[in-house]
């Protein structure tokens, strides 16, 4: 608190006004009021109160940036009032608030706000902010960043007039009702669709929809990402991935079918050949005189290679495309294939069958018998077991086939190892097929393989 006479002199002042101007009373009692200020502001700051010091009035209240005797800067909030008793001159009574701090947090406020304002507007992401009404619903946007105007091409003040469901297609309503309802009871919620622009155009895109209270009031951040090229590029790797599986898939086609063609050309074309090479030395051993025995011996030796030959030509045209398959179809090739692997490896085989033929078509029929040659390749090669079971269900709608064995287990990392393209070649094969194959390992029990085809 000051006093000062209609001079400018200081009459009066307090001890808090000795602490802020940093001066002892001695220094200011007589001085004109000015001494507190810095020489450079002095005439400024006379001129501030000379109006008041003629008599008139000053703003009741009023803060000002000062600059004092020792060079401090502070704000101060100033009241002013006219004082004066019956017999003395009138006086200008001022008080002073020391306001720097608050001056200061407002400018840090005023800055924050700034940066945060420049971040929601420079924002990629298009960014606006609505009420979450207590019936779940979003209300109308009441602030959109530039992106958001941009990307949906609307003005400022159009896209206030919005709310999201007016931009949000009908047919995603109930994707929108989802989020909403798993907003309210986890604060976020993440989902995709498509938006509508002002051109009726649809972008897809990503939203983040965030609950937060402001002023007591429910509100929802939408923070939304276009993701036109995101799809697009999953687009283009589908089609790819789609191609290259058409591609794997008639690629097998092609393999089963020369193989079966190969096959077939071998045992028929080459049996035949030895069959009928079989006869004929059989008819000229027939023919040749007693005295001939040395030749007679020779050709018995010859007789043993054709039967070699015979049952080298069945067994390459068996592993080529067993034929069994094609005359007795899936469960007789399944069991002669389980018995023929047991012959082979010495891993015993236990195969249960369906009692009635299993009537499921070619192309079918040889994609599970070769996942399940696959499956006894892999028993033998990794799995250190001595003992598979063989389940062949032939149900309704589907056949399903199991493979069991009692060795070492296969763990995730073999199974979902972009190596192991034997089980990837295993699964494509009953995937184009509209079928499913799960393996699941026990380390130390085994591995349980169990195909699934539909006959549809
Ligand atoms: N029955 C099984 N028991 C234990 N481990 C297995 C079994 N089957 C497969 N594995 C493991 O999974 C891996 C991948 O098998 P996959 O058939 O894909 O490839 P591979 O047999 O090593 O080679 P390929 O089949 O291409 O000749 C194998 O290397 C092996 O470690
Ligand atoms: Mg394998």
């Known amino acids: 608190m000051r006093l000062v006479d209609m001079q400018g002199r200081i009459a009066a002042c307090s001890d808090a006004y000795c602490a802020l101007t940093g001066l002892q009373r001695e220094a200011l009692i007589g001085q004109n009021l000015t001494v507190v200020y810095h020489p450079d502001a002095r005439e400024q700051m006379l001129q501030i109160f000379k109006k008041g010091l003629q008599g008139g009035t000053l703003p009741e209240a009023e803060q000002l940036k000062m600059r004092l005797w020792d060079g401090r800067t502070i704000w101060l909030d100033i009241r002013h009032t006219h004082f004066a008793t019956k017999d003395s001159e009138p006086y200008l009574w001022s008080s ?12 840090i406020r ?5 940066r945060l304002r420049l971040l929601f507007e420079q924002a990629g992401d298009a960014i606006f902010l609505t009420p979450f009404n207590t019936d779940s619903r979003p209300g109308a946007i009441i602030e959109a960043n530039d992106s958001a105007c941009r990307r949906l091409l609307f003005s400022k003040d159009e896209i206030s007039k919005l709310t999201p469901y007016t931009i949000i297609p009908a047919k995603f309503y109930e994707k929108l009702n989802l989020a909403l309802k798993k907003l309210r009871s986890e604060s976020t919620a993440v989902f995709q669709l498509q938006l509508m622009r002002k051109d009726k155009r649809s972008i897809p895109v990503e939203i983040n929809i965030r609950r937060f209270t ?14 036109t090229q995101r799809k697009q590029v999953e687009k283009r790797l589908k089609e790819t991935s789609n191609q290259l599986r058409d591609l794997a898939s008639r690629i097998q086609t092609v393999r089963e079918e020369e193989r079966t063609m190969i096959a077939r050309e071998i045992h028929d074309e080459l049996g035949q050949v ?20 040395e030749v007679k011996e020779r050709l018995q030796s010859t007789f043993g290679l054709l039967d070699s030959a015979v049952e080298a030509v069945q067994q390459i045209s068996a592993k080529l495309r067993p034929g069994i398959l094609d005359e007795l179809g899936l469960a007789a090739a399944v069991e002669w294939q389980a018995q023929d692997f047991e012959k082979h490896t010495g891993i015993h085989c236990k195969c249960s069958l369906p009692s009635e033929p299993v ?26 077991a001595d003992r598979v079971s063989i389940f062949l269900k032939d149900r309704m709608d589907k056949l399903v086939l199991e493979i069991i064995d009692n060795g070492c287990g296969i763990n995730k990392t073999q199974i979902n190892s972009p190596k192991s393209l034997g089980i990837l070649g295993m699964r494509e094969r009953v995937v184009v097929l509209g079928g499913s194959m799960e393996i699941n390992g026990v380390p130390g029990k085994g591995t349980h393989i169990k195909v699934t085809m539909p006959r549809q």
């Open 359 to 384: 009537a499921l078509p070619a192309e079918k029929s040889t994609a599970v018998f070769r996942i399940f040659q696959e499956a006894l390749t892999n028993a033998a090669r990794h799995a250190d």
């Open 214 to 227: 402001l002023d007591e009031q429910e509100m929802i951040v939408w923070i939304i990402r276009d993701i």
């Open 96 to 107: 002073f608030r020391d306001i720097s701090k608050i001056k200061q947090a407002q400018k």
């Open 274 to 293: 030895l069959t009928v090479l079989k006869i004929q030395l059989s008819l000229t051993a027939n023919k040749l005189l007693p005295e001939q025995q």
């Open 110 to 114: 005023r800055e924050n706000e700034k």
